[in-house]
């Protein structure tokens, strides 16, 4: 069964270093997102992604976040100066395109710690 | 100290009970919703959705209940296994183009054997 990968599972960093998390969709889907769920909390929507550019993006996902389809099938989140807050797990999803009812997959998730 | 955030809503059932976790939602403009469960240290998983023309939906050993006039959402869960314990959360879709979801804050359930 086609699933949405992501690496690296665990990625940890120092506060203002940048940080790239790369996520593979499934082949055939055309809507891309990112997510990403602080400790014990909620899972957040960051943004959405569609035909090479950003569809919608939360308040959350301000200057330091951007997103990129560089090749037919990586999709990456870049955060470029880490904050403490910044800590969470940053999920990954997916969707095929036929209609407004779609279910999205989900990755796996990259737990990202900024000391 | 105080952990701010990790209160989440506790369900505790014995295997074999059925479950019934509960989900207020807040857009009355949403127009699909759908139940994730979340296993510790793993992404949402799909279990079952549902449309806002439907009041009832069932799957295996699932039922969506939703109620638009009080914005309400539940799953059941028939015949509740251990291999159910996880977080569940519904999320749902205020429609318009990009169908981003608004997940609710989660329910904890524990099976016991």
């Known amino acids: 069964e086609p699933e949405v990968t992501q690496t690296p599972s665990h990625q940890v960093t120092q506060m203002g270093q940048e940080v790239i998390l790369r996520c593979v969709p499934i082949?055939?889907?055309?809507?891309f997102y990112w997510y990403r769920q602080i400790l014990g909390q909620k899972v957040e929507f960051l943004v959405s992604?569609?035909?090479?550019?950003?569809?919608?993006k939360s308040e959350i996902f301000d200057d330091q976040f951007s997103v990129e389809r560089p090749d037919g099938s990586n999709f990456t989140l870049k955060i470029r100066s880490t904050k403490l807050e910044d800590s969470a797990m940053y999920f990954c999803?997916?969707?095929?395109?036929?209609?407004?009812?779609?279910?999205?997959?989900f990755g796996p998730g990259t737990r990202l710690t900024v000391l | 100290g105080e952990s701010v955030g990790l209160h989440l809503p506790t369900l505790s059932v014995q295997e074999g009970d059925n479950s019934i976790i509960n989900c207020a939602y807040s857009?009355?403009?949403?127009?699909?919703f759908i139940w994730y469960k979340q296993e510790s240290g793993k992404g949402p998983q799909f279990i079952i959705d549902?449309?806002?023309?439907?009041d009832k939906r069932q799957g295996q050993r699932v039922t969506v209940l939703l109620n638009k006039t009080v914005k309400h959402l539940s799953l059941q869960i028939a015949a509740t296994q251990p291999g159910d314990s996880a977080v569940y959360f519904c999320?749902?879709?205020?429609?318009?183009?990009?169908?981003?979801?608004?997940f609710g804050k989660g329910t904890l359930l524990t099976v016991n054997p």
């Open positions: 999803a997916s969707s095929d395109m036929r209609g407004p009812y779609n279910e999205q997959f």
């Open positions: 082949s055939n889907h055309l809507y």
């Open positions: 992604f569609y035909n090479n550019e950003i569809s919608e």
């Open positions: 857009n009355s403009a949403s127009d699909y």
């Open positions: 549902i449309r806002s023309n439907m």
């Open positions: 999320a749902e879709n205020s429609g318009g183009s990009n169908y981003k979801l608004t």
